[in-house]
């Protein structure tokens, strides 16, 4: 990486770095956890995606799995670039070159591939006049809130690490994201970041606090159960002729098969 990383300060946080980066991330976490226990008992019927499928189907077919695939993406690429420190990446073999490289490439195509995905699925809800009267309030807030998330995020990386001088956030942004999990704050390591990634990462912290309220809670009950769940049997409701019972079975039960 050719950019000078910007250093930790060692020197005390003013109050309104207090209240940026350790009062508003611990109260949106807190609203992240209560919020979320609170949707559980309250609503679990609606815990769900609440998908428009059978409204519209020719853009939900392509953005659906290109913002889901992007994310994905995305997610990996945080857990590593902030949840992991780069004296064990380093430590692991993978230079700060090869660690920079791969982030900036796998980061923009998934960055890419999270807009076009999402820009169909807000495309479709602005353009369809069904799904858009079945835009809640919920979706008012995290539509919008989402896309500026994102929108943020990979302006950054495009400003900074693919066209721009290069900038290491692992030594400022990720101190501070790592600090508030252990319980140690260090709000005086991100106010120095660029402006992108302060503001992409106050809009992520504003998106937790917003996701036990929304359609996001269906990633926490992603159907992992149909991979291993038995086989459906399906029986007509007629009664069997003797053409097409056999050994006391019908056709149909033993042509069981998974539901679609
Ligand atoms: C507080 C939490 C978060 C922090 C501290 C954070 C930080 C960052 C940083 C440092 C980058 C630049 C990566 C690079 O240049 O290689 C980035 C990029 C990005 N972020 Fe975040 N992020 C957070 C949460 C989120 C969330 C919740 C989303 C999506 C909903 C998101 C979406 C993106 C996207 C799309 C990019 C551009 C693609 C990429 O480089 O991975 N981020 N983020």
């Known amino acids: 990486m050719n ?3 910007a250093p930790v300060a060692a020197a005390s946080a003013s109050s309104a770095d207090l209240l940026l980066w350790v009062a508003i991330p611990y109260i949106c ?3 992240f956890v ?3 226990i609170w949707r559980y008992r309250q609503d679990q019927f609606g815990w769900t995606s609440r998908t428009t499928q059978l409204l519209e189907h020719r853009w939900l077919r392509w953005g659906s799995p290109l913002f889901h695939l ?5 997610i990996a690429g945080h857990v590593v670039g902030l949840a992991i420190p780069d004296a064990w990446t380093e430590a692991v073999g993978i230079t700060e070159h ?3 490289t791969t982030a900036v490439w796998a980061g923009s195509v998934a960055g890419v591939a999270m807009v076009a995905g999402l820009g169909m699925l807000c495309a479709r809800r602005l353009l369809n006049r069904q799904i858009r009267r079945g835009t809640d309030r919920s979706d008012k807030l995290l539509f919008p809130l989402l896309s500026v998330t994102v929108v943020l995020g990979i302006t950054a990386t495009a400003a900074h690490n693919v066209f721009g001088a290069g900038y290491d956030y692992r030594s400022t942004v990720s101190v501070w994201f790592r600090g508030l999990f252990v319980l140690q704050p260090h709000p005086e390591a991100i106010s120095g970041a660029p402006l992108l990634f302060r503001l992409h990462a106050m809009s992520a912290f504003l998106l937790f606090a917003a996701w036990p ?3 996001l809670v ?3 009950s992603a159907p992992i159960g149909y991979l291993a769940r038995p086989y459906l049997v399906y029986r007509r409701r007629t009664t069997p002729t003797a053409a097409t019972a056999v050994g006391g079975r019908t056709r149909s039960a033993s042509g069981s098969r998974r539901a679609a």
């Open 98 to 100: 090869t660690y920079h």
């Open 34 to 36: 209560v919020g979320h």
């Open 3 to 5: 950019a000078v990383p």
């Open 213 to 215: 309220f929304t359609r």
């Open 218 to 220: 269906h990633v926490w």
């Open 70 to 74: 992007g994310a994905f993406m995305v």
């Open 29 to 31: 976490l807190a609203v």
